[in-house]
């Protein structure tokens, strides 16, 4: 479809922007909006005349997409969750509950959206390349897997570090090597680990009672010794305290199967992910000794993060294994080191941030055994 | 030998215009060229000058290097222009046909009557030579000859057809070829790449390093055998007409190196063609010579590439979308299924419908910004070589020529990469990552 006025537009204050123009030093920031309103007339010039019409920016919107169910029903929950424990529950119908969840989630976005591109574009402009779109959606996850609490200047900052430390100082989208969501996740856990974790973060108090209100994730439950007292059908739904988009498996699973089905998402990753914590959920049975040891091992794919990391977090391409043999081991190791650092380690509740940033750093290596297989296999046959 | 193999990675893009089985007759064409710049490394030395008469299987342009190897004139005539590009740097010599002069059988390359295929005669330029893709070297000893019996590009003829009736002749350009090396043709079975010779080499005989084979297209062996039978050259090849763009898609009998102006008025739509939504012109559009994946661009009054055998008319893209990356896409075609397209098409195979046929647009736009490498498991989809193709183009952009070698780039020419390319989110240039590397390996080894 073309627009033409829209082009007409573009077409006239290109020259203000171009090199030599008056405002030619914000050309960057220029092309970002005239490529995000206008696919670029750029043609092939020779190997494949014609291509492929999926590009960074299409890839970038589907997950998105699938980021959607969770982060719609997020809003709810946290609105759910605040009725809940302060006795208002029948009171609030369920579009307010959604609404107060919104009216909280609103300013966390935008403040990860304002702060993170702003030093995209600041880059992009430095370096005088394109703006990538990769922040749209880091820009989205990380207010998801943050606990609702979250102070606003401690969201920024997290974000400023995940641009600049996480991925910036490698050269930008596409060359680093930490999940850029995560590293801010792991920012805050670290720097304000009082406001990431403990019973007082997990629910959104109201505008006219300021006092935080305690509510135990099930993971809280069990690193005290307790069963969770939430049932495995809360947990599904997702109706349960935990960080603000993270909780339902349910809504996550449907952004799991959009990202398998447009091919967007490993499946070998996602499955190992899976594969990894159910059997090492297992051992763990099979061992026993504590309440978290004895957890049916399919609680953990419902608790905390461990669905939501393993379809939108894992499956990062960039930061991923990129063979598929290396993707299978990266997927199963994260699975088990996820469930094992739940279970034996007491000073992270949560083990899967942990996990998948470790596994980040590994994948260079596991990539590197797997094609040393074929470089061998290659010398072998010179040699016979 | 005859090889059955299968393939099962790869890609058929549904691009439309396919040809229809009728051969129209256009060895009549007046001029013709031949063009250095197909052949990888031939560094090309005139041997003749404007206005001189030539006669078919004469040389026109020798070989710096390797002085035997020459390019013949296609026909008999008189060379009406040497065409010199940027650096002057020779890309074509043409050849108007003049039939007062005669294509006497050339009986000098012949003992004891026999002819005998050497680098000194006129049909030897058909042969190439893996790795790198030069024209063979009649001083290396290949571990085979390998011969493609099905060309699995888009729009590709059908080659049993294109062959029709030259049986004979391809039986004795077999026979002649035997007299090399052990000759291997293979028919696959499979998407594309299936039908390209670097898949069908590495399923059967991987090239290692400091091996050598050599490759013929199927329709060049008929064109030995012929030269072997007669001792005329008379190359000639039945060329695909298609795609998007042409008004009529079909086949066309034509000699080698052949004007492709009376092709291209013939098929080139009227100005008003309606193509994604906005109208082309005669001007938009764009003709490939070769595959649309792997072929080069030439002008309405180009002429057809060397080892070219099929010509591709294409809508150029050069045109913006309005939020092109949001829009369903129910026409846009793509290898993943993120647009509309896609979903249906899954959607129609998932319920056990009947094969939703889409009409897919296609034209030259890259259909969206350069980045980084970030997206893989795509490539490894479409790439049935044992080869990590990701790693080796990395390796190939860091100029890592050990570990080049270790990933196997020996075994591979950019047009294994051109479905990699097309897929690629990215919009990389694989093809010429991959080109460039082997020239830096190629001068090396010929250094």
């Known amino acids: 479809m073309r627009i033409k006025w829209v082009e007409q537009l573009f077409d006239k204050i290109e020259p203000t922007f171009s090199e030599g123009g008056k405002l030619g030093w914000l050309h960057s920031t220029f092309d970002a909006f005239h490529t995000f309103a206008l696919t670029p007339k750029t043609i092939t010039r020779s190997g494949s005349h014609i291509r492929d019409a999926v590009d960074s920016k299409r890839s970038i919107i589907v997950v998105i997409i699938a980021l959607l169910p969770a982060l719609l029903f997020g809003m709810w929950n946290i609105g759910y969750q605040t009725a809940m424990s302060t006795g208002a529950g029948a009171d609030w119908h369920w579009i307010y509950m959604w609404w107060f969840g919104f009216l909280r989630m609103l300013p966390m976005i935008a403040v990860s959206y304002i702060v993170g591109l702003a030093i995209e574009f600041a880059f992009a402009q430095y370096r005088g390349h394109e703006v990538n779109e990769g922040f749209l959606a880091t820009g989205l996850l990380i207010p998801m897997i943050v606990p609702v609490t979250t102070p606003l200047w401690q969201l920024a900052l997290a974000v400023a570090f995940a641009v600049i430390i996480g991925k910036e100082v490698f050269g930008g989208s596409g060359m680093n090597f930490l999940n850029p969501a995560l590293v801010a996740r792991a920012f805050l856990f670290f720097a304000y680990p009082t406001h990431m974790s403990g019973d007082k973060v997990w629910i959104a108090s109201t505008w006219w009672g300021n006092d935080a209100i305690a509510g135990a994730t099930p993971m809280g439950e069990l690193a005290t010794g307790s069963a969770p007292s939430a049932s495995a059908l809360d947990m599904l739904i997702g109706t349960i305290p935990g960080s603000t988009c993270e909780t339902s498996f349910i809504a996550i699973a449907l952004g799991a199967m959009l990202l398998l089905f447009t091919g967007i998402a490993s499946w070998r990753i996602m499955l190992g992910v899976f594969l990894g914590g159910g059997l090492m959920g297992l051992l763990f049975n099979a061992i026993g000794g504590n309440a978290y040891m004895e957890l049916p091992f399919y609680y953990h794919f419902l608790m905390g993060g461990f669905a939501f990391g393993a379809v939108f977090m894992a499956t990062d391409p960039v930061t991923a294994a990129q063979t598929n043999a290396g993707k299978w081991i990266y997927g199963l190791l994260i699975g088990v080191f996820a469930v094992l650092l739940r279970v034996c380690n007491p000073a992270y509740p949560e083990g899967m941030m942990l996990s998948i940033l470790f596994m980040n750093c590994m994948a260079p290596l596991i990539d590197h055994c797997i094609v040393a297989r074929n470089i061998k296999m290659r010398e072998r046959r010179i040699g016979k | ?447």
């Open chain 2, 1 to 447: 030998m005859i090889h059955n193999i299968k393939v099962k990675k790869g890609l058929n893009i549904p691009l439309g215009g396919s040809a229809e089985r009728l051969v129209v007759d256009m060895r009549g064409t007046e001029r013709y060229a031949v063009k250095p710049p197909d052949v990888v490394g031939f560094i090309p030395r005139l041997a003749v000058a404007e206005g001189d008469s030539v006669a078919a299987g004469q040389p026109l342009v020798t070989d710096k290097n390797l002085p035997q190897l020459f390019l013949p004139s296609p026909v008999d005539g008189v060379v009406e222009a040497i065409v010199r590009g940027e650096k002057r740097r020779l890309t074509e010599v043409v050849v108007r046909k003049n039939r007062n002069i005669q294509n006497h059988p050339n009986n000098q390359n012949s003992q004891n009557g026999q002819r005998v295929l050497s680098a000194e005669v006129p049909v030897w330029w058909m042969i190439k030579e893996r790795p790198f893709g030069t024209i063979a070297h009649p001083g290396h000893r290949p571990k085979g000859i390998f011969v493609s019996l099905r060309d699995t590009n888009p729009l590709a003829p059908d080659l049993d057809f294109a062959l029709k009736g030259r049986e004979h002749e391809f039986d004795a350009g077999c026979q002649a070829l035997e007299t090399l090396a052990p000759l291997h043709l293979v028919h696959a079975e499979g998407p594309h790449p299936a039908g390209n010779i670097g898949t069908q080499i590495a399923q059967i005989s991987p090239i290692n390093k400091g091996e050598c084979v050599w490759t013929v297209g199927a329709q060049d062996v008929a064109n030995i055998g012929r030269w072997m039978l007669s001792g005329v050259y008379s190359p000639e090849r039945v060329i695909a007409v298609g795609g998007p763009a042409a008004k009529a898609p079909k086949y066309y009998r034509v000699t080698c190196g052949v004007d492709i102006s009376r092709i291209a008025d013939v098929q080139t739509l009227s100005p008003s063609y309606p193509c994604l939504g906005w109208q082309a012109s005669a001007a938009d559009t764009r003709i490939v010579s070769g595959s649309p994946l792997s072929g080069t661009q030439v002008a309405a009054d180009g002429f057809l590439g060397m080892y070219d055998q099929q010509l591709c008319f294409i809508p150029e893209g050069d045109q913006h979308e309005f939020m092109g990356w949001l829009m369903p896409g129910l026409t846009k075609f793509s290898f993943s299924k993120t647009f509309l397209s896609g979903f249906l098409v899954k959607l129609s195979q998932l319920v056990k419908l009947d094969k939703l046929s889409i009409p897919y647009t296609f034209n030259t736009n890259l259909h969206g910004g350069r980045r980084p490498l970030m997206f893989t498991g795509g490539f490894e989809r479409v790439f049935p070589l044992d080869i990590y193709p990701m790693q080796l183009i990395k390796a190939c952009i860091v100029g890592d020529i050990e570990l080049q070698e270790q990933l196997g780039i020996y075994e591979v020419e950019p047009e294994d990469f051109a479905l990699c390319e097309f897929i690629d989110p990215s919009k990389t240039d694989i093809q010429t990552i991959i080109r460039e590397a082997l020239e830096v390996l190629r001068k090396e080894a010929t250094a």
